[in-house]
């Protein structure tokens, strides 16, 4: 998965009225990055030094960022801390934490 269609993705969730809200799984809410400022999160969360093979898309608010890998799986991983390893799986795809997500 690549930036350019986390961006399409989140232009998408962002014009249905999705920025923020609950989640139904762990880690229970969701902050969703604008679609221009995902390489400056990425650069300043340094995810390709911390967690390579992981992009951020949004966080929870609470020091974790929500994060999804090169097959599309989405995840959620600690600020402090960041591995790959750390990473706890949420979702098979983008669609399936839609599905999760509350306006």
């Known amino acids: 998965m690549n930036i350019d269609s ?3 993705v989140l232009k998408s ?3 249905e009225g999705f ?3 609950e989640l139904s799984v762990e880690p229970e809410w969701y902050v969703l990055w604008r679609p221009e400022e995902l390489e400056e999160f990425n650069r300043d969360y340094q995810l390709a030094e911390y967690a390579p093979g992981f992009l951020t898309f949004g966080g929870n608010g609470g020091g974790e ?3 999804v890998n090169e097959l599309g ?6 600020c402090i801390g960041m591995a790959p390893d750390t990473a706890i799986k949420i ?3 983008l669609q399936e934490f839609k599905g999760y997500m509350q306006q």
């Open 6 to 8: 986390i961006k399409q």
């Open 13 to 15: 969730w962002i014009s």
């Open 19 to 21: 920025l923020e809200g």
């Open 65 to 67: 960022l929500l994060v």
């Open 73 to 78: 799986e989405v995840f959620y991983m600690p």
């Open 91 to 93: 979702a098979n795809s």
